[in-house]
């Protein structure tokens, strides 16, 4: 069910998860997933249950997929660390095969350009799989920065990637919005300062967005411009 009345904040930029939030691109992990896991003897994951994987990055996911959704990554064994490398490779060449904006998305990052809203991606994918997948999709031109999770020696939930982008604008935490799709996105938007919602169609694992506890969330990319200004300036 739609809700009604999405939230409205009086904030200057805006900033975005990728992954389960701007682009459904658990299809393309699924199939870098289950490359990773055929080579090795492992039984293969639906698109399901990937989706329920995905959220701390490629090493986070495959660890999960090994060895189930608690797992952790482990630390200095090289035959993990051969597969993680398999499957950016893979992954690197198929990145949106079936990948794709969620409904809705485009026309949203459209509107709050034209109203002069500064955009970023802040994500714990790869950089170079970022800024490549956004190139691939066309939605490089909507953002003046993109983060990714090897961008800083720190990643979301942490609150730093969000105020590297912050600090390069000159805006503070809480006259900029973070929309995401999962607890990652809360924790590291309440660590810096900012409101954050979620979009309802996203990587969570199962859990429902509200407990989280964002500060909305939104079922449809069309309800966004909703919950901003009508008009902003660029920062200076």
């Given at each position: 069910?739609?809700?009604s009345s999405p939230p409205f904040f009086?904030?200057?930029?805006?900033?975005?998860?990728?992954?389960?939030?701007?682009?459904?691109?658990?299809?393309?992990?699924?199939?870098?997933?289950?490359?990773?896991?055929?080579?090795?003897?492992?039984?293969l994951l639906d698109l399901t249950q990937?989706?329920?994987?995905?959220?701390?990055?490629?090493?986070?996911?495959?660890?999960?997929?090994?060895?189930?959704?608690?797992?952790?990554?482990?630390?200095?064994?090289?035959?993990?660390?051969?597969?993680?490398?398999?499957?950016?490779?893979?992954?690197?060449?198929?990145?949106?095969?079936?990948?794709?904006?969620?409904?809705?998305?485009?026309?949203?990052?459209?509107?709050?350009?034209?109203?002069?809203?500064?955009?970023?991606?802040?994500?714990?994918?790869?950089?170079?799989?970022?800024?490549?997948?956004?190139?691939?999709?066309?939605?490089?031109?909507?953002?003046?920065?993109?983060?990714?999770?090897?961008?800083?020696?720190?990643?979301?939930?942490?609150?730093?990637?969000?105020?590297?982008?912050?600090?390069?604008?000159?805006?503070?935490?809480?006259?900029?919005?973070?929309?995401?799709?999962?607890?990652?996105?809360?924790?590291?938007?309440?660590?810096?300062?900012?409101?954050?919602?979620?979009?309802?169609?996203?990587?969570?694992?199962?859990?429902?967005?509200?407990?989280?506890?964002?500060?909305?969330?939104?079922?449809?990319?069309?309800?966004?411009?909703?919950?901003?200004?009508?008009?902003?300036?660029?920062?200076?």
């Amino acid at each position: 069910m739609t809700r009604s009345s999405p939230p409205f904040f009086t904030v200057r930029a805006i900033l975005f998860d990728l992954d389960g939030t701007l682009v459904d691109s658990a299809p393309d992990l699924c199939g870098a997933m289950n490359h990773v896991l055929a080579g090795r003897g492992h039984p293969l994951l639906d698109l399901t249950q990937v989706r329920h994987l995905v959220g701390h990055g490629a090493r986070a996911l495959l660890a999960r997929g090994f060895w189930g959704e608690t797992a952790e990554p482990p630390v200095a064994d090289p035959d993990f660390e051969a597969a993680v490398t398999d499957f950016l490779d893979y992954y690197r060449d198929h990145l949106t095969d079936h990948s794709a904006p969620y409904p809705g998305a485009v026309a949203a990052l459209q509107i709050l350009r034209q109203r002069g809203f500064p955009l970023a991606v802040v994500t714990n994918k790869p950089e170079a799989l970022a800024q490549k997948m956004l190139e691939q999709l066309h939605l490089r031109p909507f953002f003046t920065h993109v983060v990714g999770g090897d961008t800083l020696p720190q990643r979301k939930p942490a609150p730093e990637p969000l105020r590297h982008v912050l600090d390069q604008w000159g805006i503070p935490p809480h006259l900029a919005l973070m929309v995401g799709d999962s607890g990652v996105d809360v924790e590291a938007a309440q660590a810096t300062g900012c409101p954050v919602v979620l979009m309802s169609h996203g990587y969570r694992r199962g859990i429902d967005a509200e407990q989280w506890h964002p500060d909305g969330v939104l079922d449809h990319f069309e309800q966004l411009p909703h919950c901003v200004p009508t008009e902003q300036k660029e920062p200076r």
